[in-house]
């Protein structure tokens, strides 16, 4: 059975609460198992392979947000197709992704093994930890392709209005996952490789479970015809991956300058920000559902020239974040120090600085969660109209800003100032695209409506 969503009909706060809430319980049990990777390395292994995870979060954001990048670029097209319901064109988009996403996830691969060690040492990664950082890239770069080809399947069914899928498929990596981190860390003493190789199998499984479905569609049932390359889909991707693609990458450079002046604090700072991190991912979920939903929304709206239902559909998304970025904020105030005790083993002697210094940071970034909330809310929006270039650009500005606060914050602030980077590089991306979103939607309307 399929689960199509057409978002071009009905009130769009219910069509955007009820299209995220999957993707919401899929984002938060995603980010369950890479807490509980970090719980149990955290844990079992020490402060030091805590901190080894920490030192290669960055670097692996940056090749997991590329792939992120284009995979949800590519998917935008499907979403207008769907909405305009072009079946033909639909089948021919979908299999020129599955082309796109092979030669990217290759190039990928390569790329990554060949940077990873010369960017842990160019960051100052410490030599007590370096060993396990390097391990952990490796295994997680190897499985490149698996990981793009879960993220492509995913963002398609998206796009078609199908978000409980993609839920199915977390929730089944969730409890493979966490199995086999018990069994390879706990059981086989395989430490950090066991806890990355148990990531990249996960999403193995989420990629069975998303194919599957896919598999399932009518509008899907492609044929010999469907494959033939036809240059003019593959221009319009390539336009709407690539940029997406930098702008996650983007932003991840200026995170590889903040783990740069982090790791110079030494290995207690970084292990206090890895367990925030892991935190921030649950935080940023719903944020991220919301996006989702909005690409979907604004993507199937924009095909089928609904033009009036873009505002309504604005207006809804920032209602929706308002109520749930104010309710994530006071939970954390109030259960957040708790929560990071997960992550910390009480043994170690340096557990309580380590807590102080997550839950400080935990602090500063519930009380600005709002403006993460509309990042994802006006960059989605636009990247579901079809424009992805500001979105790139706001990569941009979050790269800058980020860096920025990283490098000039803490000489004014003290090891503090760093605490503020992540708000900052919130703050230049939001003001970009809110600015951009209201002096340009008037002609972004008329261009849809002039396509008729």
Known sequence: MTRVTDMTHGKPTQLIFTFSLPLMFGGIFQQFYMIVDTIIVGRGVGISALASLGAADWINWLVLWAIQGFT??????????????????????????IKLSLVF??????????????????????????????????????????????????????????????????????????????????????GIFGAAIATVIAQFGSFVVCFAALRRFPLLRLTREDWKNDRSILFHLCRLGIPTALQNSTISLGGLVLQSVLNSFGFLYVAGFTATNKLYGVLESTAIAFGYAMTAYMGQNSGAQRTERIDAGIRSVLKLSLIFSVSISLLMVFFGRYLLMLFISASDTDADVVLDIAHRYLMIMSAFLIVLFLVHAYRSSLQGLGNTTVPMLSGLAEMVMRAGAALV????????????AEVAAWSGAAALMIIYYYARIGAIKRDILARR
């Not at 998917?75 to 992704?97: H, P, W, Y």
């Not at 914050?409 to 503020?420: E, T, V």
Request: aromatic share 10%; hydrophobic share 55%; with cysteine.
């Open 409 to 420: 914050l803490p000489h004014f602030l003290g090891n503090s100032g760093i605490f503020f």
């Open 72 to 97: 949800h670029g590519f998917s935008v097209l499907v979403a207008q197709e769907f909405g305009a319901n072009n079946q033909d064109a639909l089948r021919k988009t979908v299999c020129m992704i």
């Open 105 to 190: 996830g290759i190039f990928i691969t390569a790329a990554s093994l060949l940077i990873a060690d010369p960017l842990l040492q160019l960051l100052g990664t410490e030599a007590s930890i370096i060993d396990g950082s390097r391990t952990y890239l490796y295994v997680q770069f190897s499985g490149s392709l698996v990981i793009i080809a879960y993220n492509m399947s995913a963002a398609i069914l998206r796009c078609l209005g199908d978000s409980r899928t993609p839920l199915l498929a977390v929730l089944m990596a969730t409890v493979l996952n966490i199995g086999l981190d018990l069994l390879f860390v706990l059981v086989f003493h395989w």
